[in-house]
């Protein structure tokens, strides 16, 4: 083609076939490529479900919900809380507008103590809160490793700011009390978010003096399968080879040094057999039971679970070492919980019978060791050593090591490519706290934490505790965060002082914010008893609540120690708000009285719980109020028939919203009854 | 025409092959039974997520009513994880699941369904209930304050209170009576005591005691182990 010829054309000329393809496929490309966009947008998950949901309300609701349905994008913004979430795209009838739908993801949700809004979803269920397709929000992806959260473990959402005990969340709270109970916080470090590092609260005992206690062979049992001794036991199992027993039984008799109580002497019995009859008296009169469990024939556990199970005891401990355990338990080991019981020479000689007729020949039939050498006990040494023996028991020559397991703060956060799963494990957290919890050594040889026994219930809860210490807790504001209430260290000082702690009165009783839950709380038992009552009851102790089977032993206390213990319980464990001016005696006469009764038996039904006349009430829930006039101090029942709870927080006894008169004559007729402690009955 | 007959016999190829997957899937019955019962496990109380405290037992029985070894129980049921779904029946003619619940409070139906020789399926449906957390925070409120009138079982540590009273509580599981009751009725009642719906004093009422949000809980979990079930008035809608 010439230069002429070119000039010649037509400026528009007709394009090719060839030209008017590629242009073709270009601008098609071009459209497709351009409507990608809005088509993903349009045949997303949410509008789908946005579309069946506005088609589900016109059914069932008509116009209104549908007209005031904005189509869109749903999203809950907390900036303070890092919190996007845009589940309620897809799960838009959260709030229940739509009555009656029972499908997901139109479902309403379950009431919370919580606006929606106010945390956001992800914050208790985990996902992606981001997402807006059901797949990325529900499940792990290449970029999103957190699956929702499995609805038993949900209540770790709660505990991201509930640092203590919730209501509602069950099990949360097992879930922490277990970590403390298990001894789980002895090796790992647990620091909640605010700071408060979990605190064990499972009492193992010191080994120190272990040799005067019981033999190597109860030890090689015990160590090589704890629960076989007893059902109930919190030792884990090391699943140790026989040697490895054979030689930390030999080391940790080796340690063992002559405790203070071997310097004791206790008399051994006369008769070697002694009446079993009477010796299971006096352990049901000292209430043993009420802490210490025995298996019973028919194999169920009967009392406590606050001391060690005696089932299999005579198998284990030393007869000497029983005498003068019982004759005073501090002796041997000062962090006791047992009390100290003052027994007689007798009362120890028929406990010490009943507790090592307790026995199992079965238990240490098998057991046959090989005499201890040096290199035993040094190979025992050894493995006390490299097992952490020592993180939880008190050792001759073993220092406690620091650090020995895993750090446990943030493991609710783990990031996966950190951990390493067990061959054929689902790859997700909870499922890996799960297994770890319930077979620690599946996870490969040559691992440390033994295998704990636990049902699946508390797996669940200790997983659903641990899951709780997250990052998103960790990083959470200050001022949203709800402390636990800590364990103050009060102590009754003086002599006083010096015998409630031998009596380890707070193993029980709780008092100015320590001690136990076992039995009341002490801290305002000046304000409510008569001087009477109580020298009476600390000579002996009788039930105020007929239907209760855990009761208060009869310490044997002297006059002298319990005119000490109630003068001191008289004048320092006084209620703020109330004395003896609270109420005028005068205005607490006959007249009031015979109101009170009607009030009391007709007007509130209080004898559907309380027992004033053994001869016809016979409410169960409450203590025994025919004996109370002798017991109470009026100015205490006043003010605790007005508000209970603000005396005893968490009483089972109700609020009755009593008016002043109410109260003083409820108080004059409960003030008339002076019946002999235990009625009549 | 042929391809009408060619398309059919792909889909009856198709079928059978289907069936024959699913029956070498489970385990295979050695024997057959006329009849399915439930021998401890239904109706009981466990939180949303939960694993029921106690397995699920049914027995499979023969025509004679004794007991049948070896025939194939399966579990089904919405929202359901049991462990495991199928068995066949153990030498006292039992299978033991275990049922963990789903994520949706509330009640759940197991299907436990054997087989019969010639085929058809014997089926039993058991009820489980799920505690949200309402539910769940009113069994906790329930078991500390409640329980001790309203429940006629004892535990060591708890005596029933229940046979003390005249007129006897109704317990919470009694849904013959409280289903009745209308939500208004049994809140004032909790609220204000007995007296307030011309009822027996001795039930105190606890509107200083409790927080509203822990007795609408009480009231939640009684309608949730109500047996028979409760069922809400609700919207009712035309169409």
Redesign the interface.
Known sequence: MTDNEKQRRPLRSRPTLRELITFGVVSLALFISLAIAPAKNYFSDWRHYQKSYLSLAGQRQGGTLVRSFHTGIRQIWVPKLSVVDRCQSCHVNLDGALVGATQQPFRKHPPIPHQLDEFGCAFCHRGQGAATSVEEAHYTTEAWEQPLLPARYLESGCGQCHLGTVQGAPRLNDGRKLLATMGCVHCHNVVQPDGTQLQPDDDPPPLLHIAEKTSREWIYAWIKNPQAYAATATMPNFQLSDQDAADISAFLIAQSTPSPASRVAVKAPGNANPDLTQAATVYGSSFCASCHAVQNEAGNLVGGNFGPELTRVGSKVNADWLRRWLNNPSDYEDSTRMPHYRFDEKQIALLTGFLLNKKDNDLLANVHLAPTDADSVARGKRLVTESGCAACHKINGVTPPQNFAPDLTRVGSRALAQVVFAPGMKHNLPDYVDAKIRNPRSFGPGLKMPKFTLTDAQVDSLTTALLAQSDRAASMPKELLISGGHESNYHPGGDAGRLMEDLHCQSCHMINGKGGDMAPDLSAEGSSVQRAWLLEFLNNPNTLRPALIRRMPKFNLTQGEINTISDYILSAYQAPGLDSHTIDPKALGPDAAAHGKELFYSRFGCNACHIADYKNDKGYVGPALSGVGNRLTPAWTYKWLKDPNALRPGTLMPNFALKDDEARDLTAFLMTLKAKQGGGK | MKRSIVTLTLAATALFAGCKHAQVQGPHPTAYGAAITEVSGSKQVA?????L?QPVVVQVNGGDGNPVTGALVRFRGQGLQFTPAEALSDASGQVTT?V??????GDYQIIAETWKQDGTANSLALREIAL???Q??GR?VND??CI??HDSEST??????LD??TPAPHQFTDGATLNRISDTDLLNMITRG?PALGK??????????LKP?EIK?VL?YMRAVADPPYQSP??K?G?
């Open positions: 939180q949303v997520g939960a694993t405290p275990n963990q619940l789903g994520f949706q409070n949200g957390f309402e769940t925070l906790q500390q304050y001790r009138c060591p540590e708890r005596v029933s209170n003390n009273l007995g027996s004093p001795q039930m105190p009422g606890y509107a200083s005691t949000a809980a939640s609700g919207v809608y169409k």
